[in-house]
Every structure is written in structure tokens, then in C-alpha cells.
């Protein structure tokens, strides 16, 4: 049967209505395309925002671009010169945030957009005049994904614009929008230590070359407050610098406004600098995502608290890495109070981990977020397998036991004999022992040993010149920011679509004798028998280096042979922590008035080092009663001075 003119009417009018609204979702919902002097444009909204993608005719290999951060059709001049050569040029509309750290948030999510795109890892920044603080709070952020940077008259501190605060007149509207933005107060802006003349260390130690176009007259961003001072900050830190005075032409808007003298050169800087693209290694091919982030991701979001500890030896304590975490977290997390631990300290592994984690970090709170290393000290400091995974274990199982919703993430630290390892097809038994442990408490892994090394062999940089040492350069600290970085960043993107927490469910021990019940006793706890001294507040008098934690609190001391005490207790494991300094003796010891047995307390370290060092005495005892004797015997290393004993805590596996 036919159709009546009505049903054909009808079907048309519908179809018509299909066309126009389709027409209308894609001009405002899908992309669009125009020219853009001369070349072709593509406009889309990212997160929420307007963005843009100039393509070249013929695009170089690698797909190197620039990525401009404000006032995209001033002086287009450089832009245009790039896209002829081959680059891309991009645009994100983040106008009203003033390179604040939520706009730090969306430009990270934009550049792992543009690198899932295909285009090259390190991008060049532009930055125009308050675009300032957008390349170089992103580029202090990440400087490894920065090639280099190109700006005309930034704003290199807030407070001098839009502040005021200085020789110029400042904005008080745009004032008033950047402390919203920031969330601070004036009082707080004004002792701000972020902005972008601060802290270049990090950027200037991965030699991320700079150059600034400026007006000499600029009596709106004026030099001596921003470009001045911030390109003397880059150089003394090390950073390569060039500045070019525009001084030909016109010069408007009280100087801020000058032409662009030789943009030529200014494309040649940045080709120079991008281009060839270097192809770099993706970080999270060295992640094992074993459990994921949701729990702490949903700690963070909904209760709006957290608490986030880091345990490990000296680089965590004096981690340039820690820091940098501590402020992603914050800025991904901005509406979170946090509480960040430190429980790094030099010299220490998993073993004294495992028996100092109750008082330095479980005491302090219930633990969200979790950092552990130990692989560079339990190596270095000669610890067997078996007390590499009783250590280990010891700590996430007892961390896991506090909270089984803790997050836990584990991390190798390189050093020379790990990279040799690498060399010879082998992994490294520290990190194959705490893989171990790892993958049995479902735990996360990032392994920086692995991807330090094979970042060299890639010639991405150096050990001798770039890495330098087992404790990083600042350089190498950015290395480890950028990995941790991504592993947390790809785990919460994760977290964000999960449907509920994880909770732990504990398996059985890989190790019955594991120190996962480990604590320290106080010292006051043992029974002077002779030759003894209780110290309140101890501290060397001979000038040697020491660890600050283990100064001014209380010590048993000894200096003389035969000098003994006991202590009694009850557990599977029993040690000692001390100082080991030059006059370090040789202890003997008998547990339950079994034969006596000796310890050798001096260290490869002890003669300009009192070294806080963690003798175990015994760890597969029955989990009962038990007495141990300690005496110093009468003999003593051929290196020492001494025989003393300097006893800070028992250690004890509950």
C-alpha cells in the first residue's frame, strides 16, 4: 500500500527536523574547522572548555607542537612561522584561572590528551603576558614535558600583576579573580613562595631552555619584578636563559605592547629546541596497579581528609620527590585537609622499618596513602633475603592490619648494582624478594631501578652526568616526580569510575617469622646488672655526623668489657637498635641461658658516622616469655676505637 500525502508530509517534516538538529548538536557539540591564518583549525571543548588545534601542511614527524597559553591571536607571527616548518600549535581556554593549581589540573589532563593523540611528549610553552604564569607554574610542575618556553612580557609574580603591588598600576578586578581562583587571601598572596620566580631549581636542573621577548618601557608587567627577576633566579640555578628587548616600533599600552623584532629567530629557538622530537619511554610501563587507589581516592573525595605517609631511608626523608607529591596530591585533591608523614630516614631499610613503623607512623593516625622504599639500604646495608622479605612483609602486613583499606604504594629506588643487575638480563634480588611480598598483599609496585635503566640504554641521559648518584640529582628527583606522578594520576582516573572500595583481606604470611607485630621497647625496660649507664638525652661528643632522630633521647651505655644487663620480653624476634660510631664495640649475647653468640657492632660507616643500625639477635623464637642477656666482650674490631655500646631501643616482634 501507498503512503497518503499526509503520512509523506509528515515523514519529511520529521526528517527535516532530524537534519537541522543534527546540523546543530555537531556546530555545538562536535568539532568545527575555519581558518586560522592561512591554516586549518579545529575547534573542540576539553573538559568543559574551548580548545583549539592548528595543523600544518605537512606535519614534521613526531608531531611537535606548541601549545600557547594566552592570547592566541596576539603577535601570530612565530605561530605561523612553526606551522610552515611542520609543528602543531594548541590552544586551551583557561582565561579565568590565572595558572592556578586547578588550571594546572586541566592543562596535566590536556597535554595526556594531546600524547594519547600521537603528538610529541615535550611540548614548547608560549606564554603571552599573564600566560606567564601558566607555562611556568605547568613547566615547574613538569619540566621533563617541556622542551622549552617562549614568552613576551610574563607575569612572572602575581604580585606584581595583577597585584599592584609593586611599580605597576595591577588590574583590581583581575586581582580579586586570581585570589578565588588561587583560594588564598590577600595576606596569603602576599607571602606566596610559588609563583613563577620561585622554585626553578627543579626546570633549570633539566636545562629547559627560556627565552622572553620583553618591552624595556613596560610599565604594566614591569621587567624588574617579573622577567629580571625570575631569568636571574633561572641562571644562578643553572638554567639556560635569553632575553631580547624589543625596542623597534611602536611602543603601546604603557610599553606592554611593542612588535615582535626577527620572529624568525624567535621559530628557530623553538625548532631548534623541539625537533627533532625525543622519543622518551612511557612511565607506566615500570607500574603494576595491583590494588589501585580507590580506597584512598574515596577518602579524599567524600570525607574530604587524608593522611598520607612516607617511609623509607634518606631519599624519602630529603626526597625532592616527597615535596612535589605532597603538592600534587593537594592540588588534585583541593578541597582535601591533609596530613602528610615523614618517616624517612638515612640509613634505614625495611628491617628498621618494620620495627619503627608503629611509633613513627601507625601512633600518628590512620594511614589513606602509603609510600614505602627500602630497596637501595636493605642492599647496601647487606641484609639477607630472608630478612629482606621478613622486613618487608613485616611493614605492610602490619601497615594493613592498623587499616586493610590503606592504599599501599611500593617503590624501587636504583642505585649502580641494581642497574648492573639490569645489565646482566637480572633482576635485582632486593627488588625480586620485595616483588614477593608485593604480590602477595595485592600491593602496588613502581619500579624506578628498571625504568632508570632502561632510560639510559633509551639515551634519554646519563648516570655520571644527569642521574649522578644513588641519591638523585634534582634531576633525577623530576625523573622519579614524573613516574610517581603518572602511576598516581593513571590510578585515580581509575578510581574515579570504580564502584566501591577495596578492602584487604589478609593472606596468610609468606613468612611465619616475618616482623609484622615488630615495635620498639624503651631502653629503661632492661635490668642493669653492671657496668651500665642510663643516658636521658644523648648526643656525641665528638663531633661526628649523626641522624637527627636518634639524638636526644634516652640510651643505655656501655664502654667497658664485660659491662652486662638483661631484658625480658615476650615474641619471636629480639634485636637491638644503637649507634654504631668509631669506638663501636662487639656484643655478646644468650637468649633463655642458651650459649652466648656475638655481634660485631662497628660498621663499614662507623668511623665519621654514629649510624642508627638494627641488630637482630634472634627472630624465630617461640611467641612466648623469653630473657636476654648483653654484655661487651673483650675484644673489639682492628678498626674501632673502643668498646662501647650505645643501645637507643629494643626491638621486639610481638
Known amino acids: 500500500m501507498g503512503e497518503s500525502p499526509k503520512q509523506v508530509y509528515m515523514y519529511g517534516r520529521r526528517t527535516l527536523f532530524t537534519l537541522v538538529f543534527l546540523v546543530l548538536f555537531h556546530l555545538t557539540h562536535g568539532q568545527q574547522t575555519d581558518n586560522w591564518h592561512g591554516f586549518k583549525r579545529t575547534h573542540f571543548e576539553f573538559s568543559g572548555r574551548k580548545a583549539w588545534i592548528v595543523e600544518p601542511p605537512v606535519p614534521l614527524e613526531g608531531k611537535p607542537w606548541i601549545w ?36 594546572m589540573q586541566i ?46 612580557g610574563p607575569v612572572c609574580d602575581f604580585k606584581s600583576w595583577p597585584g599592584g603591588k609593586g611599580a605597576g598600576k595591577g588590574s583590581p578586578s583581575d586581582w580579586a579573580a586570581l585570589l578565588k581562583n588561587y583560594r588564598i587571601t590577600e595576606e596569603q598572596a602576599l607571602a606566596y613562595t610559588d609563583n613563577p620566580i620561585n622554585n626553578l631549581e627543579g626546570l633549570a636542573a633539566c636545562k629547559v631552555p627560556v627565552f622572553h621577548a620583553i618591552g624595556l618601557n613596560d610599565k604594566i608587567v614591569p621587567n624588574e619584578e617579573n622577567t629580571f627577576k625570575l631569568i636571574n633566579n633561572y641562571i644562578k640555578a ?13 611602543q603601546n599600552l604603557e610599553g606592554h605592547h611593542y612588535p615582535i623584532e626577527h620572529p624568525e629567530k624567535i621559530a628557530d629557538f623553538i625548532f631548534s629546541n623541539s625537533y627533532p622530537v625525543i622519543k622518551v619511554l612511557d612511565p607506566s610501563g615500570f607500574h603494576i596497579a595491583r590494588s589501585g587507589l580507590a580506597n584512598s581516592y574515596a577518602k579524599f573525595t567524600h570525607e574530604k581528609k587524608g593522611t598520607v605517609a612516607f ?52 601512633d600518628k593516625g590512620k594511614i589513606d596513602l602509603f609510600f614505602e622504599e627500602a630497596a637501595v639500604n636493605d642492599a647496601t646495608n647487606d641484609f639477607n633475603n630472608a630478612a629482606q622479605v621478613r622486613g618487608m612483609e613485616g611493614i605492610i602486613r602490619h601497615a594493613l592490619d592498623s587499616n586493610p583499606n590503606m592504599d599501599i604504594v611500593m617503590m624501587h629506588f636504583v642505585d649502580p648494582a641494581k642497574i648492573a643487575d639490569y645489565d646482566k638480563g637480572m633482576t635485582p634480588v632486593v627488588i625480586a624478594n620485595h616483588e614477593k611480598v608485593a604480590a602477595h598483599y595485592h600491593v602496588n609496585t613502581i619500579n624506578l631501578a628498571k625504568e632508570i635503566t632502561d632510560r639510559i640504554h633509551a639515551g634519554e641521559f646519563n648516570w655520571k652526568d644527569d642521574f649522578k648518584d644513588l641519591h638523585p640529582s634534582l634531576f633525577g628527583h623530576e625523573v622519579y616526580v614524573r613516574s610517581i606522578k603518572t602511576f598516581l594520576a593513571d590510578a585515580y582516573a ?18 611465619k617469622f616475618s616482623y609484622s607485630a615488630g615495635e620498639y621497647v624503651d631502653v629503661n625496660k632492661a635490668r642493669l646488672i653492671k657496668g651500665w649507664s642510663l643516658v636521658s638525652n644523648w648526643v656525641p661528643n665528638d663531633g661526628l655526623e649523626t641522624r637527627k632522630q636518634y639524638v636526644n633521647i634516652p640510651a643505655l651505655i656501655a664502654e667497658t668489657p664485660g659491662s652486662e644487663l638483661r631484658f625480658d620480653f615476650t615474641g619471636t624476634a629480639i634485636g637491638l637498635c644503637v649507634a654504631s660510631g668509631p669506638d663501636a664495640g662487639i656484643l655478646e649475647y644468650s637468649i633463655d641461658g642458651g650459649p652466648f653468640r656475638s655481634k660485631d657492632l662497628y660498621t663499614q660507616w662507623s668511623s665519621f658516622l654514629h649510624l642508627p643500625w638494627y641488630v637482630i639477635l634472634d627472630d624465630e623464637l617461640k611467641n612466648k ?30
Not at 108 to 122: C, T, V, W
Not at 625 to 652: D, Q, T, W
Open 68 to 103: 600557547n597559553a594566552h592570547f592566541p591571536d596576539w603577535h601570530t607571527e612565530v605561530d605561523s612561522i612553526l606551522l610552515s616548518k611542520g609543528f602543531y600549535v594548541a590552544y586551551l581556554n583557561t582565561n579565568d584561572m590565572y595558572g592556578s593549581p586547578g588550571a
Open 311 to 362: 617511609m623509607g631511608g634518606s631519599i624519602t626523608e630529603h626526597g625532592a620527590w616527597r615535596n612535589k607529591i605532597c603538592q600534587y596530591l593537594k592540588e588534585r585533591f583541593p578541597e582535601t585537609e591533609f596530613e602528610f608523614i615523614n618517616a624517612g630516614i638515612s640509613s634505614t631499610g625495611s628491617t628498621p622499618g618494620a620495627f619503627r613503623l608503629a611509633q613513627e607512623v601507625l
Open 494 to 511: 581509575r578510581a574515579d569510575t570504580a564502584s566501591k572500595a577495596i578492602k584487604m583481606q589478609l593472606p596468610a604470611k609468606l613468612d
Open 107 to 152: 592543562w596535566d589532563d590536556f597535554h595526556a590528551y594531546m600524547i594519547k593523540k600521537g603528538f610529541a611528549e615535550r611540548v614548547a610553552l608560549e606564554g603571552v603576558s599573564r600566560g606567564g604564569l601558566y607555562v611556568y607554574n605547568w613547566a615547574k610542575r613538569n619540566p621533563l614535558k617541556v622542551a622549552c618556553i617562549y614568552a613576551e
Open 238 to 250: 643553572g638554567g639556560v636563559a635569553t632575553v631580547y628587548p624589543m625596542t623597534r616600533g611602536q
Open 625 to 654: 616469655k623469653h630473657s636476654v642477656v648483653v654484655r661487651i666482650a673483650p675484644g673489639k674490631n682492628e678498626k674501632s676505637k673502643g668498646n662501647a655500646c650505645r643501645l637507643l631501643h629494643f626491638l621486639v616482634n610481638h
